[in-house]
């Protein structure tokens, strides 16, 4: 399987339709890079989180192809045959088990890109599955009846960075090195931009899933926040304690939303001529500003209520932004107009 070919993209496609958009309309240049990695961050990830495998075997796991990745970025001979098999029959999905039975693809793909790509890629990986790693420390032997939460804020915010931050920075850097290497961009604000801009889509996803993670025993929310509530990981089962925790919920909602600002704000600063990326980064933040308004108005924590974007509202986003685009001030205003828009569709 070559980096940039076809069967890369139908694997990404399967296991990832939503993202396979935003990696599909990038140059080429970057988008084999920027595939192979998040393939294999989805395989740790499904190795993360197979339940059924017990915890000290999913870490080892992880620890194996944590260096089975490091020594590609070295150039080195990777075999990773047997390292998925435990998982594949596991829980997960039809297009999980097969990226684990075709991870000796993705690396030999990954083996083919150009070195300086094999150690970005490499520092990448090690980033989040230390977050991996330490997630099932937290929350490995967590259960419905024993609800485990984060303690703090700095918690939260160290997670968020290791499993979405840094993929900010990875993505910034590649744009930096094969897309515009010459644009007069201010490097650390651009930087500080893009972390926030990944924290703040893994934040969305963290208050959208609230009620399927405390179901498998886990809360993002720290136990220190709740408490100031009057309210412990295990109340937020009953839906009628939203009451309560709306407070504290609008709160991380509105940090959510200075995050995807920030994002708002990376993208803007991006070469105008560069469409394809500055509409991939545009995408996910005018999804998610979608899905914050809808989690304003909702019971977040009743679990029979499904809390997603339509695939064809995601349609519509994305047609309206590239017809948009030409007309900077027009393009510009999106950022700030998804939110009133997705609050006066839920009033029709």
């Known amino acids: 399987m070559k980096p940039g070919s076809g069967e890369v993209q139908a694997l990404l496609k399967r ?9 599909h309309i990038l140059p080429g240049s970057i988008r084999a890079p920027l595939s192979l990695a998040y393939l294999l ?4 990830d499904t190795i993360a989180d197979t339940a059924l495998v017990e915890v000290a075997r999913r870490r080892e796991v992880l620890t194996r192809l944590r260096g089975k990745i490091r020594d590609a970025s070295l150039g080195k001979e990777v075999r990773v045959a047997d390292d998925g098999n435990a998982f594949q029959a596991s ?17 030999d793909a990954l083996m083919l890109l150009p070195s300086e790509d094999r150690i970005r890629i490499s520092r990448l990986l090690d980033t989040i599955t230390a977050g991996q790693e330490n997630d099932l420390e937290k929350f490995g ?15 939260l915010d ?6 979405a931050g840094c993929v900010g920075e990875f993505w910034t850097e590649m744009c930096c090195v094969h897309v515009f290497p010459r644009a007069g961009l201010d490097r650390k604000r651009l930087m500080a931009d893009a972390v926030r801009f990944g924290k703040g889509l893994q934040l969305v996803n963290i208050l959208r899933d609230l009620p399927k993670d405390l179901r498998a025993g886990r809360c993002y929310l720290p136990e220190q926040r709740l408490s100031q509530h009057d309210l412990s990981p295990q109340d937020l089962i009953d839906a009628s304690a939203i009451l309560r925790l709306r407070p504290l919920y609008d709160s991380y909602l509105d940090t959510a939303e200075d995050h995807l600002a920030a994002g708002w704000r990376y993208t803007a600063s991006l070469p105008f001529r560069h469409v394809r990326i500055r509409l991939a980064c545009a995408w996910p933040i005018l999804i998610g500003m ?18 997603k974007v339509s ?23 999106l950022g700030k107009t998804a939110n009133h828009e997705a609050e006066t569709s839920l009033r029709e």
Do not use: K
């Open 311 to 333: 695939r064809a509202e995601i349609r519509r986003i994305m047609l309206r932004s590239a017809l948009l685009y030409p007309a900077p001030p027009a393009w510009a205003r």
């Open 41 to 44: 961050a989805r395989a740790t």
């Open 141 to 155: 032997n967590a259960s419905p009846d024993c609800i485990v939460a984060f303690q703090s804020d700095e918690d």
């Open 290 to 307: 979608r899905t914050l308004e809808l989690l304003r108005h909702l019971n977040v924590l009743d679990a029979s209520v499904q809390i």
């Open 158 to 163: 160290r997670y968020t960075y290791q499993v």
């Open 15 to 23: 296991v990832s339709r939503s993202f396979y958009l935003t990696l």
């Open 91 to 107: 829980g997960g999905t039809e297009a999980e088990g097969e990226l684990l039975r075709r991870l000796q693809d993705v690396f």
